[in-house]
C-alpha cells in the first residue's frame, strides 16, 4: 500500500506574497520617507524668498560701487569725507547738474558736485552744482545694515596708505567703498567693496 507523502502548499506559480508585519513595515517606511522629502521642500520654498532677495540686494550693490567708482575716477576733489557720507567734484553727463537730460555724443562733460550719504539702511545721491551739497536724493541702494561706508587716503591712520578716516577732505585722492549685506538666515552677512582714485592723485599728496 502506496502511502501518500504530504507536501507543503505552494501558491500558484511559485509567487510568494506579503505578511501583515511587512506591509505595515513598508507602509511606515513611505510615510517617514515622504515626510522628510516634504519638510525639504517646504523649508526650500520658504528660503528661496529670502534667497532672491539676498542675490538681488548683492547683484544691486556690485552695480552702486561700480558706478561709484567711475565717478570717482573722474572726480577733481573731495569737498567733505566722513565715514557715511562724500562729497566730491567730478564731471558728469548731465545738463544741468542734477538734470535728467544727457548731453549729445562728442559734448565734453560739465563739473558738478555729487553727495553720497548712506544711513543703517540705505544709501542716496545728489547732483548739484558746484559747492552745493543739497538737493533732491535719489535712493541708490537699500539692504545694508551700518552707514560705514566710505574710507580714504591719505588717512588719520598711523600708516598714510591705509584706507580710513580723514583730517583733510581736499587732499584725499583715494575713495573706498563698502557695503555690508545682512543675511536674511542670520550668520555673518556679505561685504561687497570697491574704490578708485580720483584724476587728481599725485604721488606728492
Not at 564731471?91 to 542734477?98: E, M
Not at 560739465?110 to 552745493?132: F, H, M, P, Q, W
Request: contains cysteine; glycine residues 8%.
Amino acid at each position: 500500500m502506496t502511502r501518500l507523502r504530504r507536501r507543503p502548499l505552494e501558491p500558484p506559480g511559485g509567487e510568494a506574497g506579503f505578511t501583515l508585519v511587512e506591509l505595515l513595515v513598508a507602509s511606515a517606511m513611505s510615510i517617514v520617507i515622504v515626510a522628510a522629502a516634504s519638510s525639504m521642500l517646504i523649508s526650500a520654498v520658504k528660503s528661496q524668498p529670502q534667497l532672491s532677495k539676498r542675490a538681488q540686494n548683492i547683484s544691486t550693490a556690485r552695480w552702486v560701487t561700480e558706478r561709484l567708482t567711475r565717478e570717482i575716477r573722474e572726480g577733481v576733489r573731495v569737498d567733505q569725507a566722513t565715514a557715511s557720507k562724500v562729497s566730491f567734484l567730478t564731471y558728469v553727463r548731465h545738463t544741468p547738474c542734477g538734470g535728467s537730460g544727457a548731453l549729445a555724443s562728442g559734448t565734453p562733460a560739465i563739473k558738478c558736485e555729487v553727495t553720497y550719504e548712506c544711513t543703517t539702511t540705505y544709501c542716496s545721491r545728489i547732483e548739484a552744482a558746484e559747492g552745493t551739497y543739497t538737493g533732491t536724493a535719489v535712493r541708490i541702494f537699500s539692504g545694508i545694515d551700518t552707514a560705514g561706508v566710505f574710507c580714504y587716503v591719505p588717512s588719520t591712520e598711523p600708516d598714510p596708505l591705509t584706507c580710513g578716516p580723514t583730517a583733510s577732505p581736499t587732499k584725499a585722492t583715494y575713495i573706498g567703498v563698502k557695503l555690508h549685506i545682512p543675511n536674511p538666515s542670520g550668520g555673518s552677512g556679505l561685504t561687497v567693496s570697491d574704490g578708485a582714485s580720483m584724476r587728481n592723485a599725485t604721488l606728492s599728496n
